[in-house]
């Protein structure tokens, strides 16, 4: 990655998604809505009468009030991966959006940030409108809805960063079936998004702490419930070197593939 | 002849490898100012590479490409502010309607969108697609397509305008409108440097033209020239020849293509032995015609099928 090639000018990128997206915001803004809606609905409601309260962080909470951090932190994931991957390929490869921006001053550094911070920014959007419904259901602190804004955006940047990384090396669009089966199921499985890791054997929730999913969780918790059990400042490094070093290979991948 | 130091464009000694597939072989050329320039060859010759390495999109093997004066390699952000690009394929953004192409493409140049819509209105005007600036682009017809991309690569003014195979695929009105286009702009004085393989196209637009091919420049010249050089003034196209003219043509050191079934005379301005070879050799059909760069280019290139 070139540093001299990093300039604002990836806002330009940035702004042609928002522009593209300004048609169909009334369909994306309805998933985060409802979401947590059938979420709290069929695990809180359906579940909790099985599953009882649950032991976090030293103190106790309902079923519902338990995952419902989790739910934001997952759609931040989904949020920004999906969009750096599924989204991302079709401009790369079928639309041919990015080559048309290489002919201009804009360099693959800054077109590649913008696609990143655009996904980051679908998440902090999808975080607001989620963290408000569930604030309205009383899961959340209200105040949460502003103070998990940071973090949905960070770890927005980690999952675009991580997504975009991924469409530079996957040959067809197809194929991220694998990175989605291998890595974004398992991490929403066992990340301490439905149970608290600690219930897990000792050496599984030492490989849970490998997730991204699992800070971010983490963050929102402590953000959204006031409880938690590892260290914020850890979890935010993990997750800011994490998005580092992945924005890093992103540039590197998508440069081995569109400059030739 | 253009001075390096005046050139728009000095491409020296050029190379691209692919692995084991050497593209672009050693190619030089300039472009000077206000310059109608072509880059002829037949489909996998180089010509989309060399112009990528242009614009910083082929970084090259070996040799130095150098617009108005500046290393692409380190000077790209000034180059691009100053270029249009008009891409082989079409890299239209299908998610916005014609004007938005414009307008969102004007702010990757840094032009604001008020000034964009200025712009993009006249541009849309210019190339006659002003009744279609709301529509989607999937619904252009491939001439509308083509003038949007070339109106989009004219957003940030520029001074250099590359156009690789701008009509490849367009009928011939759509191909018309564009030429007289690309004539009026270049009456403006703006340089463009083209890839096409209409040796009609090339022969109308261009003031000074390679023909390239395996990666390397076989000749250079205007277009009026190559074809005196390389095909004569006319050419008699002689079909079923026989062994008494294949006897004539080499004693008198005629330029000639046999090609088996026919054969194909190049024959200079006022030469005699056109009506020589009309009245004695001319048993089944003949055809007499002016050369056109057409025949330089096949002579030059082979008549065999590429790809
Ligand atoms: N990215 C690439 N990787 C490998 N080979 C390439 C690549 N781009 C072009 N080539 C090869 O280089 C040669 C020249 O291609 P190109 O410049 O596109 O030709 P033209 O534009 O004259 O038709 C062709 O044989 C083509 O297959
Ligand atoms: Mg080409």
Redesign the pocket.
């Given at each position: 990655m070139d540093l001299g090639a990093v300039s604002w000018r990836f806002v330009k990128v940035w702004r042609r998604n928002l522009w593209t997206y300004r048609r169909i915001w009334k369909v994306s803004f309805l998933t985060p809505l409802l979401e947590p809606l059938f979420f709290v609905a069929a695990f809180g409601l359906g579940l909790s009468g099985f599953v009882g309260e649950i032991a976090y962080g030293g103190r106790k909470f309902d079923y519902p009030t338990f995952i419902a951090p989790g739910l934001v932190a997952t759609a931040v994931m989904n949020n920004a991966f999906f969009e750096t991957t599924y989204a991302s390929f079709v401009r790369m490869y079928y639309q041919k959006t990015f080559d048309g921006m290489l002919a201009t001053p804009l360099s693959l550094e800054e077109i590649m940030i913008g696609e990143i911070v655009w996904s980051a920014s679908k998440s902090v959007v999808a975080a607001a409108l989620m963290s408000a419904v569930l604030a309205v259901l009383g899961f959340v602190d209200p105040w949460s809805v502003a103070t998990v804004l940071p973090i949905a955006f960070v770890g927005g940047l980690a999952f675009g960063a991580l997504g975009l990384w991924l469409t530079g090396i996957t040959p067809h669009i197809e194929m991220f079936n694998l990175p989605v089966f291998l890595l974004i199921t398992p991490m929403f499985l066992f990340s301490g998004t439905f149970f608290p890791v600690s219930s897990l054997p000792g050496w599984a929730a030492a490989a849970a702490q490998v997730f991204p999913l699992y800070h971010l969780v983490e963050l929102c918790r402590r953000v959204q419930i006031h409880a938690w059990e590892s260290s914020t400042a850890g979890s935010g490094a993990y997750l800011g070197v994490f998005s580092a070093v992945f924005v890093v290979l992103a540039v590197g991948a998508m440069k081995r593939r569109l400059i030739? | 002849m253009v001075g390096l130091v005046s050139a728009v464009v000095a491409v020296e000694n050029l190379v691209k490898r692919?692995?084991d597939?050497t593209?672009?072989d050693g190619v030089s050329f300039t472009v000077g100012r206000g310059e109608f320039f072509g880059l002829l060859?037949?489909?996998?010759?180089?010509?989309?590479?060399?112009i990528?390495a242009l614009y910083g999109f082929?970084p090259p093997t070996s040799g130095t490409v150098r617009v108005f004066g500046m290393d692409i390699r380190t000077r790209w952000r000034a180059v691009k502010a100053r270029i249009g690009v008009c891409h082989?394929e079409n890299t239209l953004d299908p998610d916005l309607s014609v004007q938005e192409n414009l307008w969102i493409f004007a702010g990757y140049f840094g032009i604001p969108l008020a000034e964009a819509k200025v712009r993009a209105s006249e541009l849309l005007e210019f190339f006659a697609l002003n009744h279609k600036k709301d529509a989607k682009v999937a619904d252009l017809s491939g001439g509308m397509a083509r003038r949007l991309i070339l109106a989009r690569a004219l957003i940030n003014r520029p001074e250099l305008l590359i156009l690789?195979?701008p009509t490849t695929g367009l009928d011939p009105q759509s191909r018309h409108l564009l030429w007289e286009r690309l004539e009026s702009l270049k009456a403006e004085g703006l340089t463009v440097l083209l890839?096409t393989h209409y040796m009609e196209e090339a022969a109308r637009l261009c003031d000074r033209l390679v023909i390239?091919d395996h990666?390397k420049i076989l000749v250079e010249g205007a277009p009026g020239d190559l074809v005196a050089r390389y095909a004569g003034a006319e050419v008699l196209e002689v079909g079923g020849p026989d062994a008494a003219l294949r006897r004539y043509v080499t004693e008198n050191r005629l330029e000639y293509d046999d090609l088996g079934d026919r054969l194909i005379l190049y024959v200079p301005e006022g030469s005699s032995i056109l009506e020589i070879v009309r009245t004695r050799f001319c048993v089944r059909q003949c055809t007499w015609r002016r050369s056109t760069l057409e025949d330089v280019f096949l002579r030059l290139t082979g008549r065999e099928l590429r790809e």
């Amino acid at each position: 990655m070139d540093l001299g090639a990093v300039s604002w000018r990836f806002v330009k990128v940035w702004r042609r998604n928002l522009w593209t997206y300004r048609r169909i915001w009334k369909v994306s803004f309805l998933t985060p809505l409802l979401e947590p809606l059938f979420f709290v609905a069929a695990f809180g409601l359906g579940l909790s009468g099985f599953v009882g309260e649950i032991a976090y962080g030293g103190r106790k909470f309902d079923y519902p009030t338990f995952i419902a951090p989790g739910l934001v932190a997952t759609a931040v994931m989904n949020n920004a991966f999906f969009e750096t991957t599924y989204a991302s390929f079709v401009r790369m490869y079928y639309q041919k959006t990015f080559d048309g921006m290489l002919a201009t001053p804009l360099s693959l550094e800054e077109i590649m940030i913008g696609e990143i911070v655009w996904s980051a920014s679908k998440s902090v959007v999808a975080a607001a409108l989620m963290s408000a419904v569930l604030a309205v259901l009383g899961f959340v602190d209200p105040w949460s809805v502003a103070t998990v804004l940071p973090i949905a955006f960070v770890g927005g940047l980690a999952f675009g960063a991580l997504g975009l990384w991924l469409t530079g090396i996957t040959p067809h669009i197809e194929m991220f079936n694998l990175p989605v089966f291998l890595l974004i199921t398992p991490m929403f499985l066992f990340s301490g998004t439905f149970f608290p890791v600690s219930s897990l054997p000792g050496w599984a929730a030492a490989a849970a702490q490998v997730f991204p999913l699992y800070h971010l969780v983490e963050l929102c918790r402590r953000v959204q419930i006031h409880a938690w059990e590892s260290s914020t400042a850890g979890s935010g490094a993990y997750l800011g070197v994490f998005s580092a070093v992945f924005v890093v290979l992103a540039v590197g991948a998508m440069k081995r593939r569109l400059i030739r | 002849m253009v001075g390096l130091v005046s050139a728009v464009v000095a491409v020296e000694n050029l190379v691209k490898r692919f692995r084991d597939l050497t593209a672009v072989d050693g190619v030089s050329f300039t472009v000077g100012r206000g310059e109608f320039f072509g880059l002829l060859g037949p489909n996998g010759a180089g010509k989309s590479t060399t112009i990528r390495a242009l614009y910083g999109f082929s970084p090259p093997t070996s040799g130095t490409v150098r617009v108005f004066g500046m290393d692409i390699r380190t000077r790209w952000r000034a180059v691009k502010a100053r270029i249009g690009v008009c891409h082989q394929e079409n890299t239209l953004d299908p998610d916005l309607s014609v004007q938005e192409n414009l307008w969102i493409f004007a702010g990757y140049f840094g032009i604001p969108l008020a000034e964009a819509k200025v712009r993009a209105s006249e541009l849309l005007e210019f190339f006659a697609l002003n009744h279609k600036k709301d529509a989607k682009v999937a619904d252009l017809s491939g001439g509308m397509a083509r003038r949007l991309i070339l109106a989009r690569a004219l957003i940030n003014r520029p001074e250099l305008l590359i156009l690789d195979e701008p009509t490849t695929g367009l009928d011939p009105q759509s191909r018309h409108l564009l030429w007289e286009r690309l004539e009026s702009l270049k009456a403006e004085g703006l340089t463009v440097l083209l890839t096409t393989h209409y040796m009609e196209e090339a022969a109308r637009l261009c003031d000074r033209l390679v023909i390239i091919d395996h990666g390397k420049i076989l000749v250079e010249g205007a277009p009026g020239d190559l074809v005196a050089r390389y095909a004569g003034a006319e050419v008699l196209e002689v079909g079923g020849p026989d062994a008494a003219l294949r006897r004539y043509v080499t004693e008198n050191r005629l330029e000639y293509d046999d090609l088996g079934d026919r054969l194909i005379l190049y024959v200079p301005e006022g030469s005699s032995i056109l009506e020589i070879v009309r009245t004695r050799f001319c048993v089944r059909q003949c055809t007499w015609r002016r050369s056109t760069l057409e025949d330089v280019f096949l002579r030059l290139t082979g008549r065999e099928l590429r790809e």
